[in-house]
């Protein structure tokens, strides 16, 4: 993967740049805006990652003309403004994404895998949450290789809540994603469903926590 | 400049019309009077030379009609240096014994009921030979030793010296009135000017100042009016001079507030670059890491809380909106971090919609720092509840803990900027309630802090951690449209 990292300050492009070196990516960093438009004039990246605050060209101006050329590098957008304003402008110019910093570092490379994985339009087929794993595709899940009984109507459930993993997902959006099987459940039928796969769950530490007036989080039992 | 000149221009606009006004009317007044007076006494004065001449007849002549007599008489009573005089005498048969035939003519032109009524006098206007007169009219009874006879008597004047003396009143009221009128102006644009002179004085006082002065204005002999502005002159300069006191002291706690775990991170890291075992160089880094995580917090509260100043307020749009919708979304994004303490978060909506006219953003701010704050200073295993309750005109908004609570005492403190209660969470900013309450300001919320057990005062043994915090927003509610 080539990620050309834009970024003027010698220490947080160093660090930035070394870290995402030791994680497998292949980095170019330039450290002011008209060699970044130059060297995206004539390479490819699958990334780039944008300070705004750039000498001799800002990183908006950058980016405009990157996608003026019909390019559709993704770029992230790594800046110290956090003005609403900023955030829609860099977003309208055609920002993929936009990081406030400072950022931790991992986040980062969270973020660029968010950004190949669209790309690449690679759906997760496959969502391990140890020690269950969920296969979309073919809509069952395994614990520890051997089937994990669940019907249709909990593996939907399931499935919602490991897409928002560390989230709190709200009874609505369980009731929408789960209704298109059928007409619209109530929210009482959700609580019997919700019932039937904590129990199922539970049996392999997992529990769903009810977060009261929110809706449901999944989490591992300790 | 502008503005006094056109107090004065306005006093004087409508005071001047107004004095010349009175004098007009004043001197019209007089004149009439006066020239009333005048014309009575000149016609009485005419009557009485009537009078003279019946008694003269009556006295001396042995006949009514003896003409001689009346001749010398006229003579001696109708002698005048400026006008010119008539006069004419006729019996009650209308047969003219002497005097003016015309003037005898005249007063054929006079209604019947004039002519005779006896001892009556009447008075009339008449135009002989192109000259205006002025006519007494008069019917007397002559009655001497040996008849009595009825007698008409006219006697006719020129208006000359009328017309002098009247003129010669005109001008001794008018050129008066004219004077005093004059004297007026002056005595009233003299005291206009002098009156206005403080006003001048508090306005060079107040131009001469720089805006760095902000010290009171001291006037000396001013008038209570103006002492009243330049009391509220000095009042906006000294809450001015504590506004600017304030801001300067936040200015300079958050630097101090930034300065702190700054220092904390560079020692950590001095210490590590001295430091050549590499397990303990790696155990100073995670320290130096959450000072430093600590200083972006604080940074970042410090910006939320200078973007919910009153000032910045002018470009915030405010619109209608149901905060249950808003405070579930934040609810929802801060559970995971009541989770990691196991605390219970929950979400106690409204029954029915909670509309406020409130920005999205700001609310945003708000209600992170509000949950935030609960869930920070609640132990494991606790317990933070937030809820909205809708009553006619109001909105609130409730955020509650079962955790150690605040101390009576410091209740009020808790809103200040940078205040923490001692002994809690190091990694707090102690900004999050000040911001809350910015924009609870912004918002015109009201806020309120109370225990949320009510402290049951028998029960001595109640362990205080179980205390609570109650912290609760009222907004205005606004009606559907």
Redesign the interface.
Known sequence: MRILLVEDDAILGNATSIYLRNNGYAVDWVQDGKQADIILHDEIYDVVVLDLGLPQMDGLNVLKRLRARKQDTSVIILTAR?D?EDRITGLDLGADDYLIK?IKLPELAARLRVQIRRKHAVSTAVIEYPPLTLHTKEHLVTYQGQPFALSPREFSLLETLLVRV???V?KESLIGNISDWDDSLGSNAIEVYMHRLRKKLLQVNIEI?T?????Y?L?KKN | MQKKASLRKKLLSWLIPLLLLLILVDSTILFRLAINKLENELDADLFRSTKDIAKFLSDFGNSPTDIQLLENASKIFLNDEVDKVLYSINDNHGQLLSGSKALQHAADTLPINYKHQQSDHNFYYTTIANEEFRVVHSVFNISNAQSTQVVTIQIASTQKWRKTLSNTILIGIVVPQLLLALLSFFIIWFGIKKGLAPLDALQDAVYKRSEQDLSPIELHNIPQEVSLVTNAVNQLMQKLQNLIAAQNRFVADAAHQLRTPLAGAQAQLELAEQEVDPFAIKAMLPRAHQSLDKL?HTINQL?ILARSQPEASASFKMIPLDLNIIV?EI???M??A??KKNI??????SLVPALVKGNI?RLHDMLINLIDNAIRYTQNDGKV??SLDVSEDLVQLIVEDNGPGVSHAEQDKIFDRFHRVVGTDQAGSGLGLAIVKEIAVLHGATISISDAVATDKTTLEKPLQHRGLKVTLSFNRIQSS
């Open positions: 956090d609403l400072p560390g989230k709190v709200s926590r977060v009261r007036g929110l809706g989080l989490d | 972006l910006l579930k609810a929802l994004e559970a995971p009541a989770i219970d978060l929950g979400f106690e909506p953003e509840t937030v």
